[in-house]
């Protein structure tokens, strides 16, 4: 592996100040906010130059030399949109250029992103969906933008997810390119722009399992007919550590190895589906096992972390910003010192220890993040699931599917799931039970090293009510189960602290046996990577005709936050 000379991090957190009590959409800026009656709001811009200035200036003293903000589409004027909307670009940005002005100070380049592609009522009107129309705008615009603000070192395209469902405002990006042979048309039209103007294209592999592209991220035909013979120097190819999205027990990615294209590692240290920063959820020794193994790579030439981007949840916790979150501060800290400094984790560890002047050993806060990461994979994750390697369609099955975002899912459909998959019940209720010993051990450490032991407090009452969920998933039912659950819920809602998981609790009986939904599993989901000729026939293209015709009656399977939230479930069977 090459020794990365890039090291991006998101700086989209101070946009998020005051957020409001519901649950927030983290996957980018939210720019309706920024707006009240059609006219840009400078008061907040103000505030979060404050708080852009503070966070440029500490990551740019740890080390990193580049941050990304959202998005093209607010920052690209178009002479065709109504004045209104001409006039907050404009006022964007003249905002964004203090930003960029910001962090060039900071010595920090400026990455944009971009999804393929935005829409609004006039570009729905001016492209119609055309690829040729779509590219003649997307080129112009991204060519302004470069032109315009010099500090930008490159724009970061995402063709493998567009908006969620809940995303308003004046843009609403969709899914457009829906093939490697469109991908790579788009690329081979754009990359001689980025040439000309020395700036990177940066091109992200992820993707939700949407069309033939949506097995990018782990699947080398896909990758080979996208990037195959692309050689521009101004393309660098960003990709999550495994085959699905920022999650545990998956392992290293292969494509990483797949060619001499110049790749960025993506690292998610504001863990979206581990507390988002709640509590201690330490990523040091899988980063350094994945950096070892990355030794063979070639051509690694950047990290990014994530500090603040990603999911759906009612947390608040902002990274080097107002209320910020040690855990998520150290997982960023530690992930740049393996691969800046090539340290050890435990190193890496002391040298924050050093830095934060914490009182107690080093040794003491090694001791607790390693029981951190040991709750997390002993508890949050179901490991004897987790480690299993399981596909459906274009995706990995996530190794963690009763916990998701801010909800904790105990009903009969998940219970019937995880028993086709876990062989032996009591040692995973008793793994659970242990690892809750191990989060008192970590607050009394937390004590001694001077750091909030209200958040090991609220880690154990959360987890807590998945060790007994454990009990309705694995052991025999009875109603004192159902009735512990149900209390448990009602003392974990009355706590003060909030906000607080969502505990969807339905002891109600699916509408099939457990031998059915195993004969189902069966045909529908496979234990390889390459597709069998079933899945071909039925699982990718039947279904994606039949499914329409059938959700309605998806509701006694997929909970409803599952069809209402992020893209929504519909988007897998495109």
């Known amino acids: 592996m090459n020794a990365p000379k890039l090291f991006l991090i998101d700086g989209i957190g101070p946009f998020f100040r005051g957020s409001g009590p519901k649950r927030v ?46 998005d093209v589409a607010h920052l690209t004027d178009c002479d065709a949109y109504p004045a209104d909307l001409r006039t907050r670009i404009s006022a964007f940005r003249e905002e964004f250029a203090g930003l960029f002005e910001i962090a060039a100070g900071q010595g920090l380049k400026v990455f944009l992103t971009t999804d393929l592609m ?69 690329l081979e039209r754009l990359l001689p722009l980025f040439e000309r103007h020395r700036r990177l294209l940066v091109f992200r592999t992820w993707s939700v399992g949407a069309y033939p592209i949506g097995d990018l991220i782990w699947n080398r035909n896909t990758f080979d007919r996208t990037f195959g013979g692309l050689d521009s120097p101004n393309l660098v190819i960003s990709m999550k550590p495994g085959e699905s999205d920022f999650f545990r027990f998956l392992p290293l990615n292969k494509l990483f190895f797949r060619s001499d294209h110049a790749k960025i590692f993506e690292i998610q240290a504001r863990r979206e589906y581990e507390g988002c920063g709640e509590y201690p959820s330490f990523i040091g020794w899988d980063l350094e096992a994945h950096r070892e193994s990355l030794r063979g790579a070639r051509n690694v030439v950047g990290v990014s972390v994530w500090c603040q981007t990603g ?38 560890i002391a040298a924050f220890h050093r ?54 899912l105990i009903n009969h459909p998940m219970r019937k799931f995880l028993r086709c998959f876990v062989e032996d019940a009591e040692a995973t209720i008793r793994q ?83 031998t059915h939904l195993r004969l189902l ?13 079933l899945d071909r026939v039925i699982t990718v293209r039947l279904l994606a005709v039949v499914y329409p015709l059938v959700r309605r009656w998806d509701s006694k399977l997929v909970p409803k936050f599952a069809r209402k939230q992020a893209m929504g479930i519909d988007t897998i069977f495109r």
Not at 39 to 49: E, H, L, P
Not at 367 to 382: G, P, T
Not at 521 to 533: D, S, T
């Open 25 to 70: 959409n983290w996957s980018k800026i939210p720019f309706e906010r920024l707006s009240r009656d059609g006219d840009v709001r400078r008061r907040r811009f103000a505030k979060i130059r404050r708080d852009f200035e503070r966070f440029a200036r500490r990551v740019s003293q740890l080390g990193f030399n580049a941050v990304t903000l959202d």
């Open 355 to 408: 830095r934060r002047a914490l009182p107690g050993a080093a040794a003491d806060l090694v001791e607790l993040l390693r029981l951190s990461d040991e709750v997390i994979k002993e508890l949050l994750y179901i490991d004897d699931f987790a480690r299993q390697k399981v596909f459906f369609r274009r995706l990995r099955i996530p190794p963690l599917l009763a916990v998701y975002w801010d909800r904790i």
């Open 118 to 186: 935005f829409f609004n009522p006039t570009l729905d009107r001016l492209l119609d969906r055309d690829h040729g129309r779509i590219l003649d705008f997307l080129e112009r615009a991204i060519e302004d933008l470069l032109i315009a603000f010099p500090a930008l070192g490159g724009i970061i395209l995402r063709i493998g997810e567009s908006d969620g469902l809940d995303v308003a405002g004046d843009f609403r990006s969709e899914l457009v390119v829906h093939s490697p042979k469109l991908a790579r048309r788009y």
């Open 432 to 514: 659970g039970y242990g690892a809750l010993d191990k989060i008192r051990c970590m607050r009394e450490l937390a004590d001694g090293l001077g750091l909030p032991v209200e958040d090991l407090d609220y880690q154990l009452q959360t987890f807590e009510i998945l060790a007994v969920a454990r009990e309705y998933y694995f052991g025999p039912y009875d109603e004192q189960l159902a009735e512990r659950l149900f209390a448990l819920r009602r003392s974990y809602k009355d706590r003060s602290r909030k906000p607080r998981y969502t505990v969807h609790l339905d002891f109600s009986t699916a509408p099939f046996k457990r």
């Open 311 to 348: 999911g759906w949840t009612k947390f608040r916790r902002l990274t080097y910003v107002r209320r910020s979150s040690v855990w998520n501060e150290i997982n960023v800290e530690v992930a740049l010192a393996l691969f800046r400094d090539r340290a050890s984790t435990e190193d890496a």
């Open 521 to 533: 599993l069966a045909v529908l989901a496979r234990r390889q990577r390459g597709y069998r000729i």
